[in-house]
């Protein structure tokens, strides 16, 4: 079974311009989180899915960034305008949405803003 | 959320064992101690999970202190491919779900 699927891997774009991330987490898994990972640290949680509601975006810049799921299936997270500054690794992770069950990551998009 | 404190760093001969720490002092009765490890340009694996008993699988055995106050990732024969940085987090259930990542540890094996 495939895992959790990211696309595309690598992205370069101008600042100011639109950019959008897409995830297909593991299949039957209700819980889906967004990470940002910035050179040098760990991953930093942006959104969290259960199914299609978003039950954590709290650390989620909303005036540019914004994150769908509809379906509780596959997710899109979208950066408009992008800035210098969200150049890093966009995670996509899912799980079954229990406590006592691992969380499976993607590869990441890594994003470079120029 | 319970935070954790790990080494920066650490080193390890291939082929001995890899004691790898973390201290969750605040961490509450119904949260779970997780360990994973991201090898560079991937992302983060899971290696194993425990609440209060000592946990062993196929990659890893994990040591909880009876207090639950600290944790221990004992990889027991480490080669070169287990150098990664490994994380160590605290997991609280259901509701606010949000495995947190610190900083980590990172483990170089050498030959």
């Known amino acids: 079974e495939a895992g959790v699927v990211q696309s595309p891997r690598y992205k370069i774009i101008e600042k100011k311009q639109p950019v959008a991330f897409w995830c297909n987490p593991i299949?039957?898994?209700?819980?889906l989180y967004w990470y940002r990972q910035n050179l040098g640290q760990g991953p930093e949680l942006l959104i969290r899915?259960?199914?299609?509601?978003?039950?954590?975006d709290s650390q989620l810049p909303k005036d540019r960034f914004s994150a769908e799921r509809l379906k509780g299936v596959d997710s899109t997270l979208k950066i408009q305008p992008a800035e210098l500054g969200d150049s890093a690794v966009y995670l996509c992770?899912?799980?079954?949405?229990?406590?006592?069950?691992?969380?499976?990551f993607g590869q990441g998009t890594r994003l470079t803003v120029v | 959320d319970a935070k954790t404190t790990q080494p920066t760093s650490m080193d390890c001969a291939e082929g001995r064992a890899a004691n790898l720490p973390c201290n969750h002092s605040?961490?509450?009765?119904?949260?779970?101690v997780y360990w994973y490890r991201q090898i560079h340009s991937q992302g983060p694996q899971y290696i194993i999970h425990?609440?209060?008993n000592n946990e062993t699988n196929e990659m890893a055995s994990l040591i909880i202190t009876e207090d639950r106050k600290s944790s221990t990732l004992i990889l027991p024969h480490a080669t070169l491919r287990d150098t990664a940085v490994y994380y160590c987090?605290?997991?609280?259930?259901?509701?606010?779900?949000?495995?947190?990542f610190g900083t980590g540890t990172r483990l170089q094996v050498f030959p």
């Open positions: 605040t961490i509450s009765g119904n949260e779970y």
């Open positions: 992770a899912s799980t079954q949405g229990t406590p006592n069950t691992e969380a499976f």
């Open positions: 987090i605290v997991r609280v259930g259901y509701d606010t779900d949000k495995l947190i």
């Open positions: 299949s039957g898994h209700n819980t």
């Open positions: 425990g609440l209060k």
């Open positions: 899915y259960e199914n299609e509601e978003a039950v954590d």
